[in-house]
């Protein structure tokens, strides 16, 4: 299986800045995107940025501007540049991938998820 390791999150104030990071190994043969999401208290989980392997990128329409995500090809690993950051920010972020990885000498689909890391914002 391909496991995401996150790092980066913390307590920050608002109008601050923090870079996430989640690394991806594992027996991978490619990865398809990489993407960020949110789940605030009481709230469902969303997507926040998404980026594929060609760099076609998306994001929610609530961080336009203030979020940039990136992907090092080469490391299976992407980041999220947070900045301007809000209250409304406070959640814990999940790492996301989806990809193909070698399995019991086959080449076979994965989906992975992190374990999440909080972001808390203070007003």
């Known amino acids: 299986q391909v496991q995401l390791v996150e790092s980066g999150g913390g307590l920050v104030q608002a109008g601050g800045s923090l870079r996430l990071s989640c690394a991806a190994s594992g027996r991978i043969f490619s990865i398809s995107a990489m993407g960020w999401y949110r789940q605030a208290p009481g709230k469902q989980r969303e997507l926040v940025a998404v980026?594929?392997?060609?760099?076609?990128?998306n994001y929610v329409d609530s961080v336009k501007g203030r979020f940039t995500i990136s992907r090092d090809n080469a490391k299976n690993t992407v980041y999220l540049q947070m900045n301007s950051l809000k209250p409304e920010d406070t959640a814990v972020y999940y790492c996301?991938?989806?990809?193909?990885?070698?399995?019991?000498?086959?080449?076979?689909?994965?989906?992975?998820w992190g374990q999440g890391t909080q972001v808390t914002v203070s007003s």
């Open positions: 980026i594929t392997s060609v760099g076609s990128i």
């Open positions: 996301n991938a989806y990809g193909r990885h070698y399995s019991d000498g086959q080449i076979a689909d994965f989906g992975s």
